[in-house]
């Protein structure tokens, strides 16, 4: 008898939290007064879902955390998403009261940070934000201490501005952008233009390798010569093998020397390249002969 044994096996998926539960888990953790962990969870949500809330929540965590510069950007921001449709919180005027109250006394300098020109639409970032955390040019609590502003904008290069709190006596700073170099202008050069400033060793090679070339076939017809006359007798073979062979090797020598420097002659010619020459005699007898080129 033949038993069938079928096997099921069940997968569970594990579905990525949505807006809403990241949201949740944030307020869970702001109860438990772990405020930066719940700033993360509340910022997941609001990369997944932007809205007026997440961005009133990040702005009442940071409170929290008494971090007024972040608090006052996000409780901005809070303000430039709420619609009809996506209200403020209920208790967005008691933070407001609340951090305004609390600017008042922190120890804390009001800076105005103006971007030239004024409609590059630029967002900034303090070098202690973290890098999510841009605004639009406007004014800021920051504390005492060394601070970087970074502002960016579509079109222009980067600009950096630095400032340093040492008191609560207000500051103004203009970061200037500048608009990248153009590139220069492409030219294209005509089909029936030749490069200018072409080597003048294309034309060199290529007559001195015509030249050696038709030596070469000159040493060629010698050699035809005397290898049929080497095959009259015995005789003739004594006269005549001596030269047939010096004229084998020098019609080889010429061809394959004359080939090489003309076709390499030709290619200079048609490019924009430089040329070096080389040669040396070699101890068997005979020269070498050393063509090296450039852009």
């Not at 492409?186 to 294309?202: K, V």
């Not at 001596?242 to 390499?264: C, E, M, N, P, Q």
């Amino acid at each position: 008898m033949l038993a069938l044994v079928v096997l099921t096996s069940a997968s569970v998926a594990y579905a990525e939290p949505t807006a809403p539960e990241l949201q949740a888990e944030g307020e869970q953790l702001a109860k438990d007064s772990r405020f930066s962990e719940a700033i993360d969870k509340f910022k997941a949500a609001d990369r997944l879902q932007p809205t007026a809330g997440h961005a009133c929540l990040i702005a009442l965590a940071y409170t929290r955390r008494e971090l007024w510069p972040q608090a006052e950007i996000f409780l901005a921001r809070c303000h430039e998403r709420a619609t009809p449709q996506d209200p403020l919180p209920d208790w967005v005027p008691v933070a407001e009261q609340q951090i305004a109250d609390r600017l008042a006394t922190a120890n804390a300098a009001p800076v105005t940070i103006d971007v030239s020109p004024p409609n590059a639409k630029a967002l900034l970032t303090v070098s202690s934000f973290a890098p999510d955390e841009t605004f639009a040019p406007r004014t800021i609590h920051l504390p005492p201490g060394h601070h970087e502003i970074l502002a960016e904008a579509v079109g222009y290069e980067p600009a950096r501005a630095e400032v340093i709190i040492e008191s609560k006596d207000p500051k103004r700073v203009t970061i200037t952008l500048d608009k990248p170099a153009p590139p220069p202008p492409h030219r294209e050069l005509a089909t029936d233009q030749q490069p200018q400033h072409q080597s003048p060793w294309g034309k060199r090679l290529l007559v001195g390798g015509l030249v050696i070339g038709g030596a070469g076939l000159v040493a060629t017809g010698v050699m035809s010569y005397e290898y049929y006359a080497a095959k009259k007798s015995a005789a003739d073979y004594d006269s005549h093998i001596d030269t047939y062979r010096t004229t084998r090797i020098a019609a080889i020598s010429l061809l394959a020397v004359g080939g090489g420097l003309a076709i390499t002659g030709y290619l200079l010619h048609r490019t924009d390249e430089h040329a070096s020459v080389a040669a040396a005699p070699l101890p068997e007898g005979g020269a070498m002969i050393a063509v090296g080129w450039t852009r």
